[in-house]
């Protein structure tokens, strides 16, 4: 995409003052398309981002984001005949990652790219460094530098500290802090260009107060003229921070919209073509009264003594503020947590939580889905089927050998039923989409018919349709008499999918909803009541 040539010759983008740089879009790309084999992950998708607006990209599982997002970033090739141009200025095909910054581009990618061993300072100016002939590096004057920068953005960063020893909050704003600063050094050159920085899913991981400080800093980049592409599934941070937003549903664009003048059911029918009613689950449990699983005098560090029960067929939630220590419940009770003290009850078989490990939990029949897929649910460089046979493997064989085709026709059945997409077993777990991914993984674990399965922030990452499709799995498994535990922070989905909810405060249940008392808004009352009581 060159700019226009008037008919006298001269290059419409200077010959009008009024068609000067600060009126041009700050990007714009046509007919990005992308196949893989015959699959078409993006077909024919053109939009612009304006100087010094937030825009939204939104779309389910699978909707083409992340593709889109990998051509910008030049890990992925477009099909012939895409364009792409920053501030009216052509930028060839396929993008050199090398020049990202020097174009005017910086992303911060879900896990950020930071070195935990390395300190705030040394994250911060990592790429600088890695590019410079640094002989010998002022480090005193590097640490200075850092904490002007930050003293800018009116954030509270210690440049010594490792970055390991930061919340994930700190981190999260560390990395967007890097990005910007990329792009404003590039853009010394060239002042009328402040760049676009790109944010894909930045959010998932943060406690909501942390979402408010990153908002915060969006807003101080975009205050400077700069661009921020805002990708994400939550539908309501995208209502709050941007100034419009584009959608995706199977590799198209669906639309393009005023961010302020589309309800939250708006997005949700553009994001999956059509009205989604309102998740009811069976708000009382089908085996109810029969007491599955008991915890006793659970402790470690600063949470417990936890005593509890569920009963078969009941889906248990537990929340609470973070740092609460509902989160930890799921590990604990699976064995993958050390120094714990208590004991939990599956039907008639009692574990001693100080010596039970996961292969033990297994065999009792306890089965954990950790909130993080690649680095703890599974492995993200084994294929699909790898991963979801992990637990059948010994029933799968039916001769003196298990072969590769039995275990892929396994995975394949397994992926029909839970609607994974693509359904490619042989495909690495990291290629599917995150609700793809935990569609696997849940099924994974459903296919061995657990008696009790614990689950930690199921949904985190997961667009509005595979939401679905997962509590609808949920609830058909606790029919069957499974007793289910859910940690999560999204009060909203707590309170229709749930028998009942723990309240967290401090280490300790403080509270129970059941009933009507069940609600988003009763659960945050109690939430951020138990913290006023402990304070």
Known sequence: MTPAINSDGRNSATSDATHSAASLNALELLHFSKRFGGAVALDDVSLSIRRGEVHGLLGSNGSGKSTLIKILSGFHHPEPGAQLSLYGQSINLPVNPVRLRDFGLSFVHQHLGLVPALSVTENLYLGKLATRNNWRINWTSAHENAREVFDRFQLDLEPTREVASLSSVQQALLAIVRAYESLREAGELHADKPGVLVLDEPTPFLPQSGVTQLFDLIRKCVDTGASVIFVSHDVDEVRQITDRASILRDGHLIDTVESGFISHEGFVSRIIGRDLEQYTGTKKPINNGTVRLRASNVCKESIGPLTFQSAAGEILGLTGLIGSGF???????????????????????????????????????????????LAEAGIGSLSVADNVCQPVLAELQSGIALTEKQIIQHASLLGANAGVKPNTPQMPLAALSGGNAQKALMAKWLQTKPHVLLLDEPTQGVDVGARQQLWDALDATAAHGTCILIASTDYEQLASVCHRVLIFSQGQIVAELTGNSLTKDLIAEHCYRSLTRSA
């Open 327 to 373: 989160d930890s419940v799921p590990a604990i009770l699976y064995g993958a947590q050390k120094e714990v003290t208590g004991s939990i009850s599956v039907d008639e078989t009692t574990l001693d939580l100080s010596t039970v490990k996961p292969e033990t939990a297994l065999q009792a029949g306890i089965a954990y889905l950790p909130a993080d897929r």
